[in-house]
């Protein structure tokens, strides 16, 4: 697996330079930035932040860019490489020099010395896993106790939509009502999409209560990439996106699931 994520990195690195790419982490931005205003995480007071599975390290660093102390985990070399080069590109520097590990979601308790951090960042992760029972565990160890997760994982119940109305192959759509999914277009990896209902059970069982979830993707996965870079169009989307992401039963039927978890015990 970590083969074909080292093959792919400048594939999704292209795709998060793409209008669609960019669109999907200024919708993630958006909700992180707001949820954390809400949990009364303001930027004056500094989180510990861990990134699993970080890739070019996007969202991370942006939070770095803010003061807060964060670390960059992800198995791939090649993915770490590039998010080193946006660490050593920022602005001023950050307050705390973002930290970079090399390692697996499996691996990271041990990595890090049990360490535990206020705000752990999971994003596109946990659908490429073959067990997401297994997968969820270690969440739970590198949280602090009220520390807050934020999972963005493909939603089971959009892709037989996107693959009918957009794609328009209806036989995959079919198969895709029970579960299967294609092979990922970056990575030429099969992922599974997963329901609200099967994460939540897996992570309460793990004392990981969760407290929201937003959809992300309702219209924009559907729409041609000059739309989301024209400007007259992509201030609106932004908004329509982030508050039909926000209600049902729009959230349910969005590319990804972002679900917002507290570690209670």
Not at 161 to 180: S, Y
Request: proline share 7%.
């Amino acid at each position: 697996m970590s083969m074909a994520f080292a093959k792919g990195a400048s594939a999704y690195k292209t795709y998060l330079e793409s209008p669609h790419g960019r669109f999907r982490l200024e919708i993630v931005w958006h909700q992180l930035s707001a949820f954390m205003a809400k949990a009364g995480r303001p930027d004056a007071a500094p989180l510990q932040v861990l990134d699993v599975g970080c890739g070019t390290g996007e969202l991370a660093l942006r939070l770095a860019a803010r003061g807060h102390a964060v670390t960059l985990l992800d198995p791939v070399e090649e993915m770490l490489h590039l998010a080193k080069q946006k660490a050593e590109a920022l602005e001023p520097p950050p307050v705390h020099p973002p930290y970079f590990l090399q390692g697996s979601l499996e691996e990271a308790p041990d990595l890090l010395e049990q360490k535990t951090f206020d705000l752990l960042l999971c994003h596109t992760v946990v659908e490429y896993l073959p067990n997401l029972e297994g997968a969820v565990i270690p969440f739970r160890s590198l949280l602090t106790v009220g520390g807050f997760l934020s999972l963005v994982t493909l939603n089971r119940f959009q892709e037989p939509l996107r693959l009918g109305i957009r794609d328009r192959k209806f036989d995959e759509a079919r198969r895709a009502l029970t579960g299967e999914v294609p092979m990922d277009s970056l990575f030429g990896l099969p992922r599974s999409g997963i329901g609200i209902d099967e994460v939540q059970a897996h992570l309460e069982a793990i004392g990981i209560d969760v407290g929201a979830q937003e959809g992300i993707f309702v219209f924009a996965d559907y729409l041609a990439p000059g739309t989301l870079e024209d400007p007259s169009c992509s201030a609106a989307l932004l908004r329509l996106e982030l508050e039909t992401g926000a209600r049902s039963p729009f959230k349910e039927v969005a590319r990804y699931l972002h679900l917002w978890g507290r570690r209670a015990r």
